[in-house]
């Protein structure tokens, strides 16, 4: 199944679900709520919104050999982790803004989203993916000057801007996605594809993250994980190619979905 957050024409926020291309209100506490039903009542969408309003949004880094190749860094014995407010979450065709205290340094990340079902505390491999509500697409967008050079070493700044963690436009169900160490990610910048890979070569697998991540730690139902980037980022081209406004960005994930999002300057 595919569930989603909306604003309804009355500006409701709504649970729905996705049937034959009409979205049917759904009746629960959020969409990974257990008990989340689905109605006979066909919604119209005014937008969509994140599909969850992520208790934690839990970001890993270099995670593709090629990434971390053309940014010359050194692959790392264990996962780089990083964290993005969760407030900066925003969802499918709304603006990513870029703030007036950005220079021209805004890049895309096209990215596979976990988010937990329930609780996790030092869960294995093999129990990992039965705590997964679903995947989403998501982009991590990243102020490149805040996150490498004025963040006294720290990314959460240059991450977690205002809109800077679309995600949509759908929650797909594990049993609609399959395998999610075998899915093909397209992130495509004003009509050009930047990025082209398959999370099949991710160094690490997403059992394999959530079992680490979960090491003498609680990561909360409703937790949002991105999974890493593939190469092609705009930072580390030649000429750099970025986020500007008027631009628009286009993420693409094998059996989850297509989130699509334009570029505005803040107001």
């Not at 009746?27 to 208790?55: C, Q």
Request: with cysteine; aromatic share 6%.
């Amino acid at each position: 199944m595919k569930f989603a957050r909306v604003l309804s024409e009355s500006r409701e926020e709504i649970l729905v679900a996705e049937v034959g291309g009409k979205l049917m209100r759904c009746e629960g506490a959020s969409l990974i709520d257990p008990d989340l039903k689905m109605t006979d009542e066909v919604v119209k969408a005014e937008h969509f919104l994140a599909p969850v309003d992520p208790r934690a949004l839990v970001c890993v880094a270099a995670s593709y050999r090629a990434h971390i190749e053309e940014c010359n860094l050194e692959e790392q014995p264990e996962p780089v982790v990083f964290m993005k407010n969760p407030a900066a979450a925003t969802g499918h065709e709304c603006p990513v803004v870029i703030p007036s205290v950005c220079a021209d340094e805004v890049d895309y990340e096209g990215e596979l989203a976990v988010v937990l079902s329930q609780d996790c505390h030092n869960v294995s491999e093999e129990e990992a993916l039965e705590r997964i509500a679903g995947y989403m697409v998501a982009n991590d967008v990243s102020a490149r000057i805040w996150q490498l050079e004025r963040g006294g070493g720290q990314w959460i700044r240059g991450k977690s801007f205002d809109t800077f963690a679309p995600m949509g436009p759908f929650l797909v169900t594990p049993d609609e996605v399959g395998d999610p160490t075998d899915l093909k990610i397209k992130t495509v910048l004003d009509g050009e594809t930047v990025q082209e890979s398959s999370t099949k070569l991710m160094i690490r697998g997403v059992a394999e993250l959530i079992s680490f991540l979960s090491q003498g730690t609680t990561l909360l139902a409703g937790t949002v994980i991105l999974t890493g980037t593939p190469e092609g980022v705009g930072w580390f081209r030649e000429p750099r190619k970025l986020m500007r406004p008027g631009s628009t960005v286009r993420v693409e994930i094998e059996r989850v979905g297509t989130l699509v999002n334009p570029v505005v300057a803040e107001k």
